[in-house]
């Protein structure tokens, strides 16, 4: 099972929206509504940000939102800040026997 | 409040063997799928292992199978990664997690260094 594909960095300025895309095949991201995202700042663990393609844990921010159609999904973050930065993981439940396959990750610069 | 404490890490010289643990609290332990995510370092996440409920069903990355196993004592609230044969590859950072189709709560991790 290969990684899903993600850019490997993206930077906008404070206040703007940007949008990280994840490109799976339609054995992981287009068989299952089942992407989730991760924050990681460096030395921490990672974060839940997105589950099920849209779907926000509590406490995160609705600045953050995901989407998903086909074979890609994508996580937008509106209205960046500082704290933004960091870097992010997609990823897709791909059955019972891989479970999980991650993106190759995407650092978040807030210029 | 959701805790999960995973200790264990070191360094090991190829071809020898560490157990890591994962100590968690905060939820019904034996609810829940759990999982092991690894990081090497300055790459990115790699699904390692998940173990269902019971202990019933386990499942492996393809590069840790026949070395790796992931157990479970639902006693003690407690999951674990007995790691074997290992190799420099396997040098990165061990998370444990816990799993719902998503990995809603991660550990803080532990370092798991293999060199000579």
């Known amino acids: 099972q290969s990684a899903l594909t993600q850019p490997a960095s993206v930077s906008g300025s404070p206040g703007q929206s940007i949008t990280i895309s994840c490109t799976g095949t339609n054995i992981d991201i287009g068989s299952y509504n089942l992407v989730s995202w991760y924050q990681q700042h460096p030395g921490k663990a990672p974060k839940l940000m997105i589950y099920?393609?849209?779907k926000r844990p509590s406490g995160v921010s609705n600045r953050f939102s995901g989407s998903q159609s086909g074979n890609t999904a994508s996580l937008t973050i509106s209205g960046l800040q500082a704290e933004d930065e960091a870097d992010y993981y997609c990823c897709s439940y791909a059955g019972r026997s891989t479970f999980y396959v991650f993106g190759t990750g995407t650092k978040v610069t807030v210029l | 409040e959701v805790q999960l404490v995973e200790s264990g890490g070191g360094l090991v010289q190829p071809g020898g063997s560490l157990r890591l643990s994962c100590a968690a609290s905060?939820?019904?332990?034996?609810?829940?799928?759990m999982t092991w995510v690894r990081q090497a370092p300055g790459k990115g996440l790699e699904w390692v292992a998940n173990?269902?409920?019971?202990?019933?069903?386990?499942y492996y990355v393809d590069s840790v199978k026949g070395r790796f196993t992931i157990s479970r004592d639902n006693a003690k609230n407690s999951l674990y990664l007995r790691m074997n044969s290992l190799r420099a590859e396997d040098t990165a950072v061990y998370y444990c997690?816990?799993?719902?189709?998503?990995?809603?709560?991660w550990g803080q991790g532990t370092l798991v260094s293999v060199s000579s």
């Open positions: 173990i269902k409920q019971d202990g019933s069903e386990k």
């Open positions: 099920e393609d849209t």
């Open positions: 997690a816990r799993s719902q189709r998503r990995l809603d709560y």
């Open positions: 905060g939820f019904i332990f034996s609810d829940y799928w």
